[in-house]
């Protein structure tokens, strides 16, 4: 008896857990919100991209706020950028196009409604944008080709994803030019502009670009060429006016004028002589090419009356600053003929330089002169040449050319220059050429002691 009761006890203890046990258990609440969905980012551009949502479910809660939240970070929230559709928040699809991305990046979207004052997402969904455009546009050809400008030009076809901030005209010595270096600015937007090339090099071939310029980067037009001219310097004195400033003045020992198309210098006194000279800064341009100086001068007494046998001395000097020179002279000296009983004129020239000493290149030499009187040195390859009339007298190797200075030499006399001539010259025509007119500056005027031998 005692097993049994053992056993139906056991039972007993059993069904109460049992019973207790279920009749104990606690009611279990499920929270149930609304649904969204990312359904997908679709036709991406440089700078947009389309997306839809759609509202699966809703609940009875109130629901204020609804749309997409966008990082370049995957499962972006509202937190980051919050992007709100338009309308009520309803049962369906939603969406449109978000615009102001940058070109060529990664984002990441979901869409999202608030609910409850909880926000709820849809799935990460990732879109890449495409590539900038950038300006479309043309290069114009090359026209009016001098030897240190040109004219070109382009025309902006299309903007691209950004307006157009400014345009023109790249270019430099080496292929595929960029804005990097040189370039003209001709306005911005679309359309065609004009450009003008300065400050080119002569004898030079130039590669060219049109450019625009937005806010995502530069686009180039096509690639042209073109060839400048050689330029050929020079300057042309003839007196008429004195807009290039010369020297005028006058002393107790020297006279400076110009009057009626002639430049007129006198200068007397014992033992020393006096240099006119402009200035003129594109020599140094020149100096290692081909050129020649020319002038014509004629030579007379200080005053009205001169003794036979003394020294009237004029002509050219270049290479010149206050205490460096070089000259190129003609002396003449008035004899009585003894068979005629006649005035004779007897000329000589003389070739030297003046660095502090004076050193003769060619000491006076006699040649069959005149009145008037056509001086001219020549420059070509190492050598200078010397004429007198058109004949040549003297040639000497080239020694460079460190100043600037072109003028005269007066001394014991007066001279009238009917011009004063600086070219660079073109022994070989080797290329089309463009004269350019040198610039000049006013120089000075000085008295050195003189060289002369009477």
């Known amino acids: 008896m005692r097993k049994s009761f053992t056993v139906l006890s056991g039972i007993f203890l059993v069904s109460l857990t049992i019973w207790l046990t279920t009749t104990c258990r606690k009611e279990e609440f499920v929270v149930v919100y609304s649904k969204v969905t990312t359904v997908r980012a679709f036709n991406a551009t440089s700078t947009t991209i389309t997306v839809e949502g759609s509202i699966d479910s809703l609940t009875s809660a109130a629901h204020d706020e609804f749309g997409f939240s966008m990082d370049t970070l995957a499962d972006p929230t509202v937190y980051k950028q919050k992007i709100l559709a338009a309308g009520t928040v309803e049962l369906g699809t939603f969406g449109g196009t978000i615009s102001g991305l940058k070109p060529a990046k990664t984002y990441h979207i979901r869409a999202f409604i608030k609910d409850n004052n909880k926000y709820l997402y849809g799935k990460d969904v990732s879109f890449s944008t495409t590539a900038a455009i950038l300006p479309t546009l043309t290069t114009s050809s090359a026209s009016e080709i001098k030897a240190t400008t040109a004219i070109s030009g382009g025309n902006v076809t299309s903007e691209g994803d950004r307006p157009v901030l400014a345009k023109g005209i790249c270019y430099d010595t080496v292929a595929t030019p960029t804005i990097l270096k040189n370039k003209t600015m001709d306005g911005w937007g679309t359309g065609s502009f004009t450009s003008k090339l300065m400050d080119l090099l002569p004898n030079k071939t130039y590669y060219m670009r049109a450019y625009a310029v937005s806010e995502f980067g530069v686009g180039y037009g096509s690639q042209q060429s073109f060839t400048t001219k050689n330029a050929l310097y020079s300057f042309h004195e003839n007196f008429n006016d004195n807009t290039n400033e010369w020297y005028e003045g006058n002393s107790a020992t020297d006279t400076a004028r110009l009057i009626g198309g002639i430049y007129e210098l006198a200068f007397k006194q014992s033992g020393y002589i006096w240099r006119v000279y402009s200035g003129f800064p594109d020599f140094e341009v020149i100096e290692n090419k081909d050129w020649e100086i020319k002038t014509c001068i004629n030579i007379s007494s200080y005053g009205g009356f001169v003794s036979f046998g003394v020294s009237m001395v004029g002509g050219l000097t270049w290479n010149s600053d206050d205490s460096h020179f070089n000259f190129f002279l003609v002396k003449k000296v008035q004899t009585l003929d003894r068979y005629s009983l006649g005035i004779a004129n007897s000329y000589s020239y003389q070739v030297g330089k003046y660095d ?57 006399s007066r001279i009238k220059a009917d011009y004063l001539y600086i070219d660079q010259k073109d022994f070989k025509k080797a290329s089309p050429h463009e004269f350019i007119e040198m610039k000049s500056l006013p120089g000075g005027h000085s008295i050195i002691r003189s060289f002369l031998k009477k």
Do not use: E, H, M, P
Request: no cysteine.
């Open 356 to 412: 502090g000493s004076y050193t003769i290149l060619q000491d006076y030499t006699t040649f069959s002169g005149s009145d008037s009187l056509r001086l001219s040195i020549k420059k070509a390859n190492d050598k200078y040449y010397f004429f007198i009339n058109n004949n040549q007298v003297y040639s000497s190797t080239y020694s460079s050319v460190s100043y600037d200075g072109v003028g005269f030499i007066v001394a014991d």
